[in-house]
């Protein structure tokens, strides 16, 4: 499972829904910060651009188109970057909430989480005393009784209204074993189309565990299930973000760092920006003498319908 000769595509993921401002001062929160760190990002070597939007007050998770509408439209202008829009969301949003900005958007790519699960992310609470805004400790220790929603209707929901309707390809995030097989389900049914971008997530409690044979294990049950037809990429929590993206590589796979998925940039550093998170892949990419793909061979490679047909 060597490295294919084919380009790798780097997305960076730039805030996200699971870290909270106290964690780190860079993690980016209004808009103007969004820009800024995914303008950095894309230059440093980012072809796809992931994003959730926050209350520029709080921090706080936000769905509101009105938020994200006040940084999509100057990443565009901005960079050719693909901007990928999060279905996902935040905890307790109903999916009608987490399809507002996206379907308001018309984007060229959006997340899609493969399945409901437990997700986790009370253990971090513990490692804070103090906080900057109210609403994090609660918010995190929260999640020991909360289930992440996507069934299967209402994947085939956003299927339908988002991929369908908007003519947006997905980025399929595949936290287990078993979220694959569900993707191989909707393939039989005709609700996805080839090629697919399958992200698989390392490292989350409630999912699968960041360990190598398990990487192995996700490759090879995708290979299984897909062929040739899909591209895979490689995302993992924490210290394992580097590691693991690296060897997802060597194994002719895509990755994806920045701030939602890890704020650390080296063991005891904080990344001051996700773009730093991207250059450092990137100079490990090309150490290991793999070409980064740009945003138009991005776009050619997971077949988007281009940067011109959004709505924003």
């Known amino acids: 499972m060597a490295a294919s ?32 760190q995914g303008v950095g990002a894309a230059e440093a070597g980012a072809a796809i651009l992931h994003l ?41 949003m109903t999916v009608q909430e987490r399809l507002a900005a996206p379907l308001q958007a018309r984007p060229e790519m959006c997340s899609l989480n493969m399945g409901s699960m437990n997700f986790g992310i009370f253990p971090l609470a513990d490692r804070y005393k103090n906080w900057k805004h109210d609403w994090e400790e609660p918010y995190l220790r929260s999640t ?31 936290y287990d074993v078993g979220h694959l097989y569900n993707l191989a389900h909707f393939l039989d049914r005709g609700l996805v189309k080839t090629p697919l971008f399958i992200q698989t997530i390392f490292g989350i409690l409630g999912g699968i565990g960041a360990e190598e044979r ?26 394992h973000q580097i590691p693991f993206t690296t ?16 704020l650390y940039l080296a063991k005891g550093r904080l990344a001051r920006n996700s773009a730093e998170q991207v250059a450092k892949i990137r100079r490990i990419l090309e150490e290991l003498s793999l070409e980064v793909a740009t945003p138009e061979e991005a776009r050619a490679m997971l077949h988007l319908k281009g940067a011109d047909q959004v709505a924003f």
């Open 5 to 36: 000769g084919k380009k790798v595509i780097i997305s960076c993921a730039l805030t996200g829904s699971i870290h909270t401002p106290t964690m780190s001062d860079a993690l980016p929160v209004t808009p103007d910060e969004i820009v800024e």
């Open 144 to 174: 020991d009784d909360f289930i992440f929603r996507n069934t299967f209707r209402d994947i085939a929901y956003i299927l339908e209204h988002l991929g369908e309707g908007c003519g947006t390809r997905f980025e399929f995030e595949c």
């Open 52 to 92: 959730h939007a926050r209350d520029p007050r709080t921090g706080q998770p936000t769905p509101d188109p009105a938020v994200f509408m006040q940084f999509l439209p100057r990443l565009k202008q901005s960079t050719d970057a693909v901007l990928n829009i999060t279905t996902g969301g935040s905890l307790n």
């Open 214 to 239: 398990n990487l192995v294990f996700m490759r090879e049950t995708a290979d299984r299930l897909f062929g040739k037809d899909y591209e895979w990429s490689v995302l993992a929590a924490g210290r």
């Open 247 to 262: 060897m997802a590589a060597v194994m002719g796979g895509n990755v994806r760092v920045g701030l939602e998925d890890s």
